[in-house]
């Protein structure tokens, strides 16, 4: 019977603890890889800020390039100016005369006819025509406050209906104010019309109107 190797207790305590370690770690599992590469990050870092490692250039830097456009030349637009001929007139040519007035010569009408027609187209002048209706005059008051007074004359022409067609101022009484208040009173005066040959006809006739104040 060959005797049993006797193992010595410090090599079984040693690889019971590296075999105990190992599985520690392997039971931390994801946690322990995190912690190596934490520290792996933590040690490049350093190195690279101290110089031992030189970070690697990914990308070159952006370079910006210019291109000059080529400038755009306009040419002048050119204004064309249309020729106009001017026609060239020949002045009429200057003739001197003298224009001849040819004056009419009227004849002189008989006299006998001149005057038949004159008293046919004229109406005749009555004196002393009857009134059918008289308006008296309204004194002007400015007239009064003036103390304006007079007498004045005025031609009436009466038409066929005894009604004052026109009135005119023969005599004046002095003032305007007076003589415009007469002739709008004789306007509204109604006359007993001319007849001639049995027929009303129209006739002057003339009537005088006095402006008297009372307490003059």
């Given at each position: 019977?060959?005797?049993?190797?006797?193992?010595?207790?410090?090599?079984?305590?040693?690889?019971?603890?590296?075999?105990?370690?190992r599985a520690g770690f392997w039971r931390r599992g994801p946690i322990?890889?995190?912690?190596?590469?934490?520290?792996?990050?933590?040690?490049?870092?350093?190195?690279?800020?101290?110089?031992?490692?030189?970070?690697?250039?990914?990308?070159?830097?952006?370079?910006?390039?210019?291109?000059?456009?080529?400038?755009?030349?306009?040419?002048?637009?050119?204004?064309?100016?249309?020729e106009l001929e001017t026609p060239i007139v020949d002045p009429p040519?200057?003739?001197?005369?003298?224009?001849?007035?040819?004056?009419?010569?009227?004849?002189?009408?008989?006299?006998?006819?001149?005057?038949?027609?004159?008293?046919?187209?004229?109406?005749?002048?009555?004196?002393?025509?009857?009134?059918?209706?008289?308006?008296?005059?309204?004194?002007?008051?400015?007239?009064?406050?003036?103390?304006?007074?007079?007498?004045?004359?005025?031609?009436?022409?009466?038409?066929?209906?005894?009604?004052?067609?026109?009135?005119?101022?023969?005599?004046?009484?002095?003032?305007?104010?007076?003589?415009?208040?007469?002739?709008?009173?004789?306007?509204?005066?109604?006359?007993?019309?001319?007849?001639?040959?049995?027929?009303?006809?129209?006739?002057?006739t003339r009537v005088q109107v006095q402006f008297k104040l009372e307490?003059?």
């Open positions: 019977m060959q005797p049993k190797a006797e193992t010595s207790p410090r090599l079984a305590t040693s690889s019971r603890s590296a075999n105990g370690a322990g890889i995190f912690i190596i590469a934490v520290h792996v990050v933590l040690i490049y870092v350093a190195a690279t800020t101290m110089g031992i490692i030189k970070t690697p250039n990914m990308m070159k830097p952006l370079e910006a390039i210019f291109i000059d456009q080529p400038e755009e030349k306009h040419e002048p637009v050119k204004v064309i100016k249309p040519p200057i003739v001197d005369t003298v224009p001849e007035i040819e004056v009419p010569v009227d004849e002189p009408a008989p006299a006998a006819i001149t005057a038949q027609t004159s008293d046919a187209a004229a109406p005749t002048e009555t004196a002393d025509m009857k009134v059918d209706r008289r308006v008296d005059p309204i004194y002007p008051p400015a007239s009064r406050r003036a103390g304006e007074e007079g007498t004045g004359v005025f031609r009436v022409l009466v038409d066929t209906n005894g009604r004052p067609t026109e009135v005119q101022v023969l005599k004046s009484s002095g003032f305007p104010r007076l003589d415009e208040a007469a002739a709008t009173a004789i306007r509204k005066w109604v006359f007993h019309a001319a007849v001639a040959n049995g027929q009303p006809v129209q006739s002057w307490n003059a």
